[in-house]
């Protein structure tokens, strides 16, 4: 016979525990103290079970009877009830506690010990940076509240202060950290996935780079006059000669290169490909290199900061060298010694495209054909990298023939 709200409120506590039962398998269970409780019994796979569905009068017998048929439809559908309910406190608990904030903070140390997709240094101080922008806006709301207005007003704040590829970037980094969620059952979608083209496209801008051969030869003459921090000068005289990434040269440390056999070994971990990258150096960089020993060698950074040397020199400081020269940024900067290699590489029409490219560091999406040519150029480039050094001596020397 059905349960009514009066007998339930006349039912009185017993010696032991005894059952009322209802319909459908759901009974309540009066315990000695007094308390009453709402279970449920089951057959899942074989096996009989029961589900605690609350504890009366906090449970109504309305609402019992709601929760029972809820239970009976995951039954009828193969699910276990106890088992999709503890998933569910589970969720609920990870999604109370778990805020946008913190969540970014998991995903960047993530990335940051991420095998092979590891992030560089750099990399990550910029991400995190970029992060902590969206700290006020949505930072400490539950990530699973987070609606796609929430995050598109907070890049646009970005936006509306000019910065419109920090907008663009942070958004990016937005919805990785989104998909991380849902990648760790913090939430089903991506916020940020109809996002796209909500924002402004930021001008395309190319680095400030000298690429004739006769302003070569005057960088490179107002290079070798400079009168600024001796440290700064070495890089600049070297950055030209090795035209690696900007960052890869200021994160050099002592122990990647190898003088005697004339190589520096970049860690894949400091590359924007996450491949090791082996740079042949010729006499005139080795020279260079070892002027710096003589100041901050033999261990710790090729060029460490001012401040301190368990620090790599900032990346301003090969720019603002630069502009102590007298070049804009439309000019020249740290990134445009590898416009200036590559240019004059090619137009000399002496090397291989692909020798080029390996020497530039460039990927290539086809892994084979990667492969083939990093082994089948190195030569190449060792024979390449000394013309080329002997090449800007020449231009130095305003001798502009390519020969």
Partial sequence: MALTDIAIRNAKPKEKPYKLGDSLGMFLQVQPTGGKLWRFKYRIHGRERKLAIGTYPAISLAEARRKRDAARDLVAAGQDPSIEKRRSKLRGEMQAATTFSSVAAEFCEKR???????W????AVRSEYLLSLLTVSIGNMPIADIQPIDV???VRRIEKRGKLESARRTLQLAGAVFRYAVATARISTDPTRDLRGA???PKVTHYGAIIEPERVGDLLRAIEGYDGQELTKLALQLAPHVFVRPGELRHAEWSEFDLDGALWTIPALKTKMRKEHRVPLSRQSIAIIEAAHRLTGPKGYLFPSMRARSRPMSDNTINAGLRRLGYSTDEMTAHGFRAMA???LNESGLWHPDAIERALAHGDSDKVRAAYHRGAHWQERVQMAQWWSDYLDRLRAKNYAVG
Avoid at 112 to 118: A, C, E
Avoid at 120 to 123: G, I, S, Y
Wanted: proline content about 5%.
């Fill in 152 to 154: 598109l007003g907070a």
């Fill in 199 to 201: 924002l402004m496209a």
């Fill in 120 to 123: 560089a240094p750099a990399t």
């Fill in 342 to 344: 590559s240019t004059l």
């Fill in 112 to 118: 940051k010990m991420d095998g092979q997709r590891r």
